[in-house]
T-cell receptor, first 116, second 113 residues
């Protein structure tokens, strides 16, 4: 079974530039998550999708971050314009659903963003 | 709102010694609990999970955890660690109307020879 795919693995950009990350979840998984993990900290949820609808985006900095999952499958997370403090690993995860055994989240390898 | 507190940011141990990584959570509703492991430059891998039933759950690589509802804890244990267990360990809780998955800040386990 293929896992959660993310690209690119690494990205270096200058501040004020824009960047986009892509995630393809495990086939059949309805729930998709984007997390931000700053060095030395635990992952922080940015946005959670259920199919193509947003369930939670309370911690997404909406003035610069956006995410979409148009067909309920793959997803894109964008930052525009980037700031130095956006340097982090961006993790995508997916699960069958939200309840019970369906709640187990599988993670991709992440995209390491460095803003200089 | 739910939250997770991992009481130790770093835990150094010697090889073959037992280890316990502590996790406490807070939530006003029933929750699911998870432990994930993260090796350098990798994503998170599920070690074990508590959904319901027996409060002692066993996971991969010889790890186990015990759910204690009265103490709101979910401590991770291994009776004998190996060098290869060196990694960051994250406790996570999921609950509420949308089962948002919330992580602790992590515990770096370093196993020394």
């Amino acid at each position: 079974e293929a896992g959660v795919a993310q690209s690119p693995r690494y990205k270096i950009i200058e501040k004020r530039q824009s960047v986009a990350f892509w995630c393809n979840p495990i086939s059949g998984h309805a729930t998709l998550y984007w997390y931000q993990q700053i060095l030395g900290q635990g992952p922080k949820l940015l946005i959670q999708f259920q199919n193509n609808g947003v369930v939670d985006d309370s911690q997404l900095p909406k003035d610069r971050f956006s995410a979409e999952r148009l067909k309920g499958v793959d997803s894109t997370l964008k930052i525009q314009p980037a700031k130095l403090e956006d340097s982090a690993v961006y993790l995508c995860a997916s699960s069958f659903g939200s309840t019970g055994r369906r709640n187990e989240a599988f993670f991709g390898q992440g995209t390491r963003l460095t803003v200089v | 709102a739910q939250s997770v507190t991992q009481l130790d940011s770093q835990v150094p141990v010697f090889e073959e010694a037992p280890v316990e990584l502590r996790c406490n959570y807070s939530s006003s509703v029933s929750v699911y609990l998870f432990w994930y492991v993260q090796y350098p430059n990798q994503g998170l891998q599920l070690l074990l999970k508590y959904l319901s039933g027996s409060t002692l759950v066993k996971g991969i690589n010889g790890f186990e955890a015990e759910f204690n509802k009265s103490q709101t804890s979910f401590h991770l244990r291994k009776p004998s660690v190996h060098i290869s267990d060196t990694a960051e360990y994250f406790c996570a809780v999921s609950g509420g109307s949308n089962y948002k998955l919330t992580f602790g800040k992590g515990t770096l386990l370093t196993v020394n020879p």
